[in-house]
């Protein structure tokens, strides 16, 4: 097949979705599939010089963006004419057609089209550019949503009344374009039925990688960061205002008071919420930021070294954390909210706090940390499910809705 993902971003920038294409691009192109992603040239902060490049064998396009609304919302409508160029003369891509390349004959020129557009995080004018692009060359047009349903509190003002729009009409008009939608969770179905019909909708879960099984022999995680506490509470994750992590800092300041033993970090990068975590952190040497972590065997060495890990999130879809911290047997504490409470039970796999309950996320880390047994349980629980989550599973899900779209 040739496979076109299309999202805001991709490759180096560090979120939840563009760990999900990395892992799906991955693999489809080791099946030997022709993958290319389509995303602005921006990773956040800056732009990307580098427009075009192949990373672990996927062709990455990065088009320029004009403008920006918010830290995570960008516009770049020059999608709807560059696309084109790379749906004719397969000798743009370097390429060889593989059997499930469609070949047709355009004004006396090869055309060699996608098989499958597939676009991520709804709510986007780049969904429905893609659903323009898909319906006008007759490729077959899946999404998956990644759950970005929430109410205003965390929406700028400047982006509040584009998902004004977007609720009265565009969502409507892109997933009418779309041949079958991806829910990651049965949580957000309902809204999906808001605008779609419900036989379009398929669920598949957000997974995790296998590495994170694999005990660490020599776990140098608390040397290399001079943690000297017994116990180690871990934040991983975007410092974004609806993760909370300045709520865990609270906690932990609480904690810190009565207690020597426990250290806290957050791992992560920057969103907004980094500099008042650190204000609030920085009289307690037991408490450290780390910024971002990147490289699959450390994220697995962080993990292990931890004891539990907190989540005091205002909002989910569905997090990777979630299942990365499960299958590194690590209770869990986190925010009862949107698709956490479909794959997380309380207390078989840990504990639920609601957003801003401070003084809940207190108990719930003594609870862990003061009851091994408890612990225990709770760890091999997780690690059991977590095998379900396995990213050789869900890409397998995700190549049998593309092949019943070919077929």
């Known amino acids: 097949m040739r496979i076109a993902h299309i999202n805001m971003f991709y490759l180096p920038t560090f979120g939840g979705v563009e760990q999900v294409m990395y892992e799906l691009t991955k693999k489809q192109v080791k099946e030997g599939h022709e993958v290319h992603v ?150 957000e179905k309902e809204t999906l039925k808001k605008f779609t019909e419900e036989g379009k909708i398929r669920i598949i879960k957000n ?28 934040f991983f994750g975007r410092l974004n205002p609806t993760k909370g992590p300045e709520k865990l800092a609270l906690a932990a300041i609480n904690i810190s008071k009565k207690r020597k033993d426990i250290a806290f970090v957050w791992v992560g990068p920057d969103e907004g919420k980094a500099e008042e975590v650190k204000k609030l952190i920085k009289p307690y040497k037991n408490m450290k930021y780390l910024g971002p972590l990147r490289g699959k065997e450390k994220i697995a060495e962080m993990y292990q070294a931890s004891d539990v890990y907190v989540l005091p999130t205002y909002r989910e879809g569905l997090p990777l954390t979630l299942f990365e911290a499960m299958a590194s047997g690590l209770p869990i504490v986190t925010s009862p909210v949107n ?56 890409h397998k899900q995700y190549m049998k809705e593309y092949e019943s779209l070919l077929k």
């Open 38 to 187: 389509f995303c602005c040239d921006s990773d956040k902060n800056k732009r990307i010089n580098v427009k075009e490049e192949i990373i672990e064998g996927v062709h990455v396009h990065r088009f320029p963006y004009w403008f920006r609304l918010s830290l995570n919302t960008f516009i770049w409508p020059s999608l709807l004419w560059r696309f084109k160029r790379y749906t004719q003369n397969s000798k743009n891509f370097g390429a060889t057609k593989s059997m499930a390349v469609r070949s047709h004959r355009r004004g006396g020129e090869d055309f060699v089209g996608f098989d499958i557009i597939h676009t991520h995080v709804s709510g986007h004018a780049y969904i429905l550019f893609a659903g323009i692009l898909a319906k006008s060359k007759g490729i077959k047009h899946i999404h998956t949503t990644h759950c970005p349903w929430t109410d205003m509190s965390f929406r700028p003002w400047i982006l509040r009344p584009f998902l004004f729009l977007n609720e009265l009409f565009f969502n409507r008009l892109s997933f009418s374009l779309i041949d079958k939608i991806v829910s990651i969770t049965p949580w």
């Open 207 to 234: 997974g995790m990688d296998d590495i994170l099984y694999k005990k660490i022999k020599k776990n140098n995680f608390k040397k290399n960061h001079k943690i000297k506490e017994k116990k180690l509470v871990l």
């Open 339 to 394: 698709g956490i409470p479909y794959e997380m039970k309380e207390p078989e796999n840990g504990f639920f706090s609601d957003y801003g309950d401070i003084e809940s996320l207190e108990t719930n880390i003594l609870k862990i940390l003061d009851n091994p047994e408890l612990a225990r349980k709770i760890s091999l629980n997780n690690f059991k499910k977590a095998k379900q989550y396995e990213w050789n599973i869900i």
